[in-house]
Antibody, heavy 122, light 107 residues
Framework: QVQLQESGPGLVEPSQTLPLTCTVS??????????WGWIRQHPGKGLEWIGY???????YYNPSLKSRLTISVDTSKNQFSLKLSSVTAADTALYYC??????????????WGQGTLVTVSS | DIQMTQSPSSLSASVGDRVTITCRAS??????LNWYQQEPGKAPKLLIF???SLQSGVPSRFSGSGSGTDFTLTVSSLQPEDFGTYYC?????????FGQGTKLEIK
């Protein structure tokens, strides 16, 4: 059973960089059948794709965040990471890491982490 | 970006009821539509992918249909554990987008 676990600071100051890491267990991040992604949910709101990465390092970023976003992968640690720079209060959200299954082109999220709440505040 | 609009935004139904949630895309997305259930305080759970394929382990009372711009999620006989918020998500073109959610309450 694949499990994903987010880690990172719960509080980030405005204008700083938000770093999050996702550790994958129960399966290899180097499996060629999946992407590894980040999704966020603003308090009481809906879901927003942030981006995703393949084990080879190829990435997709949501254009709305692209200028501030970096997603990377460390296959030796079975981890992938997110860095979001120049954060503002609008980046306060519950951040999920997830496995993206692209079988048949459906790009569905079949495994999710439990989520980590990040608050941007001084 | 493709806009996904769900209706209703909320509904209340009784155990045993047949429930239908609708998702409409702002342009045709073929069959690239997925459905999730999110219980309070939990991560979303994939129910259906590719419009009508049931994710492993999901009860058969859940079904999906549609194509193009109009899609439905149906729960044939509502169970107490089916409460929560349901989201549709298109995977036709990036950025992949979600509907705003339908909150299902059990009477």
């Amino acid at each position: 059973q694949v499990q994903l676990q987010e880690s990172g600071p719960g509080l980030v100051e405005p204008s700083q960089t938000l770093p999050l890491t996702c550790t994958v267990s129960g399966g290899s991040i180097s499996s060629g059948s999946y992407y590894w992604g980040w999704i966020r949910q603003h308090p009481g709101k809906g879901l927003e794709w942030i981006g995703y990465i393949y084990y080879s390092g190829s990435t997709y970023y949501n254009p709305s965040l692209k200028s501030r976003l970096t997603i990377s992968v460390d296959t030796s640690k079975n981890q992938f990471s997110l860095k979001l720079s120049s954060v503002t209060a609008a980046d306060t959200a519950l951040y999920y890491c997830a496995r993206v299954n692209y079988g048949s082109g459906t790009y569905s999220i079949d495994y999710w982490g439990q989520g980590t709440l990040v608050t941007v505040s001084s | 970006d493709i806009q996904m609009t769900q209706s209703p935004s909320s509904l209340s139904a009784s155990v045993g009821d047949r429930v239908t949630i609708t998702c409409r895309a702002s342009q045709s997305i073929g069959s690239y539509l997925n459905w999730y259930q999110q219980e309070p305080g939990k991560a979303p759970k994939l129910l259906i992918f590719g419009t009508s394929s049931l994710q492993s382990g999901v009860p058969s009372r859940f079904s999906g249909s549609g194509s193009g711009t109009d899609f439905t999620l149906t729960v044939s006989s509502l169970q107490p554990e089916d409460f929560g918020t349901y989201y549709c998500q298109q995977s036709y073109s990036t950025p992949y987008t979600f509907g705003q959610g339908t909150k299902l309450e059990i009477k």
